[in-house]
């Protein structure tokens, strides 16, 4: 018999209009999706196609104008504070910019220690802390270093390993991750990557890559979806959509980046 | 034509605890005429304080300590602040600063910012004169001209970008320096002002071009030459081919498979990452800096001063024998 995936994420028409009437902007256009337990899923697309919007609606940041989000088959509402906190302690995001991600005026120690408020766990001061070390060690930081430290001393991909950090401890189900490489450079690009795997692999976590480099989205994930213009254009296995575009946007964004065995026409 | 030389240039900064942190430390290099130099490494190994220097605009906390830019067979480090300014600053070398899409002043029309420069520089032009001039250069660089009647928040990213580099290019200097010009677009974009920065190129509107990035496919396809920079100094030097291919250095190799391209067989293959960060350049170094992070560190490595290596027409800061570090990238 053939598992079948648990769905853990499911949107139905998902539509997102900015203002109204005639002026409205309509960025996120009659989007269906279902995201399966423990799988990474990336959705690419450049500047205003509506990625962002779509990420913050998984979020709960924003509200959809029009269509069904269930989440673990129940169909979510975040009406009260409690069911809020409820959904993001399941549902965590790494930001694009780790620069204003954090509150300037906590030490790492306090941001690392509020995930298990978050969580609601009562835990002794040495439990805490072990739990805070292992979190450090899995994302390669010396904790005793950090610990006194604001996030300002941090240079940008120190400030997102914290991040993942952060949701070592927290433990969601659903990680979305904003383009959490832009920032940063190419080298620890590939460390902040290869973290997220290591996440997945061990809580069995599913994660919603944005990004709009196809290079990275083909690199970590196992599904690829191609937005333009607030519509999901193409979905299909990374393998399919890189090797065998069918859209024509696709075939774009893939000549668009620039490779290293194939001409790269810039005149 | 040797169009620009650097000699064991070295600059610092100040901080307000009176320390130096010395972000460029010795780099030499030289750049013939219809070149593109591509300058790679990560986050703060000093290639924004290199292109700061090389058009020789130390304000403060930047400071010169040593060493020589020869532009034309002028040295530019002995002119003084002023001259520099009217007579090399846009003339001879211009440059493109990282956030070159938030330079613009929200509150000037495009052509303005032109007439600004033209001003100072070519008094004696008339104003009809200068916009006829916008005019032609934009239209060569496939922008519209309506741009120049423009606000700069009516502009997307990447025409602001374009629009940055059409205007410090007006003067036609003949070297641009370009910092990281497309960090912060999209693919798309990034291809449309990698096209235009290659035909300033080819319609011989800038002689050559020192192109700073971390995104190593695009250098790939951009650069004759690439220098690697880790922690204030040039480790390695050679053609673009050379360089991406067959790296010596082994902060170079770490740093080639660090690439992430979409194309089939990407996805079997492991990224590295290099453990650790760089070396505080608070603080004077001892021996190689790469040591602390190299797998294949000797205990002579330790110490002493690593002087640059000339093998085979290749130059890199190492003192392993090319074989150890071959078997590396092979």
């Known amino acids: ?263 790269w026409d810039i005149g | 034509m040797k169009l620009l030389s650097v000699q064991e240039l070295k600059t610092y900064y100040k901080t307000r605890f009176k320390e130096k942190i010395v972000a460029v430390d010795g780099v030499s290099f030289d750049l013939e005429e219809g070149e593109v130099l591509g300058i790679a490494g990560e986050s703060g190994c000093g290639k924004s304080t290199l292109a700061l220097s090389l058009i020789g605009l130390f304000a403060m906390p930047l400071c010169y300590d040593s060493g020589s830019i020869i532009i034309n067979g002028q040295d530019i480090t002995q002119l003084d602040k002023e001259t520099r300014r009217v007579n090399v600053l846009g003339k001879k070398i211009a440059y493109i600063p990282q956030a070159a899409m938030n330079a613009l002043n929200p509150t000037c029309r495009i052509k303005n910012f032109i007439f600004d420069i033209m001003k100072e520089h070519h008094p004696q032009m008339s104003k009809e004169e200068v916009y006829h001039l916008a005019k032609e250069r934009f239209k060569d660089l496939n922008l519209d001209e309506r741009v120049l009647e423009a606000y700069p928040n009516e502009l997307s990213g990447g025409m602001k970008q374009r629009t940055v580099i059409a205007i410090s290019t007006i003067m036609n200097p003949d070297i641009l320096v370009a910092d990281e010009p497309t960090s912060a677009l999209d693919v798309s974009t990034q291809k449309v002002v990698m096209r235009m920065l290659k035909s300033l190129m080819k319609k011989k509107i800038v002689k050559s071009m020192i192109f700073i990035t971390h995104e190593l496919p695009l250098l790939y396809h951009i650069a004759d030459k690439i220098m690697v920079m880790y922690a204030g100094q040039g480790v390695e030097f050679g053609t673009s081919e050379e360089v991406i291919f067959k790296p010596l250095h082994p902060y170079a190799v770490e740093l080639m498979t660090s690439i992430v391209v979409p194309e089939v067989g990407q996805k079997a293959q492991k990224l590295s990452s290099i453990p650790g960060a760089p070396p505080n350049l608070k603080y004077k170094i001892d021996g190689c800096r790469f040591a602390p992070r190299c797998k294949y560190v000797e205990e002579r490595c330790k110490t002493g001063f690593i002087d640059i290596k000339y093998n085979e027409e290749r130059m890199y800061r190492c003192l392993l024998n090319r074989k150890v570090v071959d078997e590396v990238g092979a």
Request: aromatic share 8%.
């Open chain 1, 1 to 263: 018999m053939k598992l079948v995936p648990k769905i853990l994420l499911e949107g139905k028409n998902i539509n997102k209009v900015y203002g109204h009437g005639k002026k409205g902007v309509h960025a996120v256009k009659d989007v269906d999706f279902k995201f399966a337990e423990g799988e990474i899923v990336s959705i690419v697309g450049e500047s205003g196609s509506g990625k962002t919007t779509l990420a913050k609606m998984i979020m709960g940041l924003l509200k959809e104008t029009d269509g069904e989000l269930y989440f673990k088959n129940q169909a979510r509402s975040l009406k009260k504070f409690s069911e809020r906190r409820q959904y993001w302690s399941e549902v965590q995001a790494i930001f694009q910019d780790p620069f204003s991600s954090f509150n300037e005026f906590y030490k790492v120690e306090s941001l690392l220690k509020n995930c298990f408020k978050l969580r609601g766990l009562k835990l002794s001061k040495q439990e805490m802390e072990d739990r805070m070390r292992e979190a450090c060690i899995f994302v390669n930081l010396d904790f005793d270093e950090l610990r006194k430290k604001h996030p300002f001393e941090l240079s940008g991909g120190q400030m997102q390993r914290v991040m993942i950090a952060r949701i070592f401890l927290i433990h969601p189900r659903i990680l979305v991750a904003d383009e959490p490489t832009s920032m940063i450079d190419a080298c620890s690009r590939a460390t902040i990557l290869d973290m997220l795997m290591k996440l997945r692999k061990e809580n069995n976590m599913t994660i919603i890559f944005i990004t709009h480099d196809l290079g990275l989205a083909y690199y970590v994930s196992d599904r690829v979806f191609i937005m333009e213009h607030g519509n999901i254009v193409e979905r299909g296995t990374a393998e399919t959509v890189i090797a065998h575009p069918t859209h024509p946007y696709t075939k774009q964004l893939i000549s668009d980046v620039p490779k290293l065995h194939e001409a």
